[in-house]
């Protein structure tokens, strides 16, 4: 049987699927394995070029078979499709994956370190705490109302809600629906007490984290934003250029073209939407302050574009100039503007 050169793994929960094939592109072996069967059957094998989606579990098998001595490429898995010839099943998958890898042009995925796959972990739990805490205070607003009582917008505005479904004096609120809603304000509070010991945690990794440091610099970009990108991107050198990691984000023009006419649309929006939506909104608070507008190409911009068009520009800039700082592992200086 001929050596083992390249191997595509589909990953699963339970059944893995294995697609071996030698340095001229013969079929070595086609193998079903279950979970505890993986690392046996690596172990076995002569180093070897291991391909893989980036999907969910892929950074720790990444990891552990690269312990073992093997190559392994994680590539997206919108790039494998392609490869998936007629139904897609396991084997399909797996045949994909072993010719996707094999391509010279394949774009693949850094592998994470346990220690950024923990940050953007409490990142993704936080983010979760904040959307349940937005759909109850949605809720609790929207039940309110029904009995005439409409505050403004804003969390600090939603205290003056909860006060007034826990006072027994204000006959407005129904006893019945009062204790209801009394369940929902008892949540939140608990939401704002884990929701502050997430944030706390984020500060503290940033407060150890040279690249976050450095990246928490750039105007618009915060501690939280900082974290994010750092825990994320772990090699800046993966992209080519900043335009190459906006494009990555999804923050840039979606393109149409035909016949050599290029039409341009709205942003592609793909990428990681995480952190698209926290430059995005760092970009809002940078054009909010107007006293913050140090650069004349912003000042013109927000004088011929919409608002939210102008912040996803800046977004765009602020990406660029992120990588740039992964890149040559340097701080920002602001450039001197004219008065």
């Keep these: ?9 589909d990953l699963a929960k339970r059944v893995f699927q294995v697609h071996a094939v030698s340095d001229t592109g013969a079929v070595v072996a086609r193998k079903r394995l279950t979970r505890s069967q993986v690392l046996e059957f690596f172990a076995k094998l002569s180093p070897c ?5 980036a999907c969910a579990t892929a950074h720790h098998w990444a990891r552990e078979l690269m312990a073992l001595g093997h190559e392994v490429k994680l590539m997206p898995p919108q790039y494998v499709k392609a490869y998936v010839k007629r139904n897609k099943n396991d084997e399909a998958d797996a045949e994909a994956i072993c010719e996707a890898v094999r391509r010279p042009s394949m774009r693949f995925v850094a592998i994470k370190t346990p220690e950024q796959q923990a940050a953007l972990s409490v990142h993704r739990n936080r983010d979760l705490l904040v959307r349940q805490r937005n759909m109850l205070v949605n809720a609790l607003r929207a039940h309110l109302a029904e009995f005439g009582i409409v505050e403004a917008q804003g969390m600090p505005k939603v205290t003056r809600l909860v006060a007034i479904v826990r006072d027994e004096a204000d006959g407005r609120v129904p006893g019945l629906a009062r204790q209801a809603l009394r369940v929902i304000a008892d949540q939140l509070d608990q939401l704002k007490i884990q929701i502050a010991a997430l944030t706390a945690q984020i500060a503290e990794w940033h407060q150890n984290n040279q690249v976050s440091q450095r990246l928490a610099s750039i105007p618009g970009i915060g501690p939280i934003t900082a974290t994010a990108i750092s825990a994320t991107v772990p090699d800046a050198a993966a992209f080519r ?24 649309g709205g942003i592609s929006k793909r990428g990681d939407r995480y952190i698209r939506r926290l430059l995005v909104g760092g970009a809002m608070t940078i054009l909010m302050r107007k006293a913050e507008r140090a650069t004349l190409w912003v000042r013109s911009l927000a004088t011929r574009k919409r608002h939210k068009v102008v912040a996803v520009a800046l977004a765009n800039k602020m990406a660029r100039m992120a990588w740039a700082i992964m890149y040559r592992k340097t701080v920002y200086r602001p450039v001197a503007v004219p008065a």
């Design 49 to 53: 070029l291991v391909g893989m989606e």
């Design 1 to 9: 049987m001929s050596e083992i050169a390249t191997v595509g793994l």
């Design 241 to 264: 250029s900043g335009r190459e990691f906006a494009a990555w984000l999804g923050l840039v023009p979606r393109q149409n073209g035909t016949g050599g006419k290029v039409r341009l």
